[in-house]
């Protein structure tokens, strides 16, 4: 019975209207895959990273992980840290034919670069052997960094679900006046040196999946950064 609604029932559609559990599973994924990564080192600067740039930002990215390093507000040499600890991309692949969901660290096969541009080619694999592969685009234009997913593509049997980056914008409370804002029920600003630990309430519609990402927000005494 299982395997016939498989066969019928559109993944995403499954996830809105009767996947809780499953929402609930990725979440919990994710921080998992977060907390064992808790004796991770602030990244480097990376030694042949991939640069774009415009009239007004320059972007650094680190070249074996399709995330930013850096990036640099031209004219004023204002930087705001990009992802900081060394992180990776985490794809949620499902196995189609015993219905199973796991997550997988993302695996950079190639970039090419041209001036504004920057395509990441990017594969997961499912007990070695290749699930999915998709493009991550990088467009730097004027003050604005555009981020989008290119040319999935799904191997037989498995289906992509989700494709989490762990962050893209860094405040820290050693910077001056470090503040962070999300969106949820009319939104709130927090300033970095007054905050404590804890964690945002369930998303109204997706659950624990969308807890720790409505923030919209970061920034400082110098520079701000909006998603």
Excluded at 168 to 194: C, F, P, R
Aim: charged share 20%; glycine share 8%; proline share 4%.
């Amino acid at each position: 019975m299982m395997s016939d609604k498989i066969g019928r029932m559109n993944r995403r559609s499954f996830m809105k209207s009767g996947g809780a559990g499953l929402l609930a599973w990725t979440a919990s994924a994710r921080w998992r895959h977060l907390f064992a990564q808790t004796g991770l080192t602030p990244r480097s600067m990376p030694k042949d990273p991939v640069i774009l740039r415009s009239p007004e930002l320059e972007v650094v990215l680190d070249r074996k992980d399709a995330l930013p390093y850096r990036y640099r507000i031209l004219g004023s040499g204002i930087n705001m840290r990009g992802e900081d600890l060394g992180g990776n991309l985490l794809a949620i692949v499902c196995s189609v034919k015993d219905w199973k969901f796991r997550p997988i660290t993302v695996k950079v096969a190639s970039a090419k670069a041209t001036g504004n541009q920057a395509d990441f080619f990017c594969q997961a694999a499912w007990d070695n052997k290749t699930a999915v592969t998709f493009v991550l685009r990088y467009i730097v234009d004027g003050p604005t960094v555009h981020l989008t997913m290119e040319d999935v593509q799904e191997q037989n049997g498995f289906e992509l679900i989700q494709v989490e980056l762990p962050r893209l914008a860094t405040v820290t409370q050693e910077e001056d006046g470090a503040w962070l804002a999300h969106g949820e029920e009319g939104g709130s600003v927090a300033l970095l040196k007054d905050a404590k630990a804890g964690h945002l309430s369930p998303n109204r519609f997706w659950g624990n999946v969308l807890a720790t990402l409505p923030v919209v927000m970061v920034g400082t005494k110098r520079a701000i950064c909006v998603l």
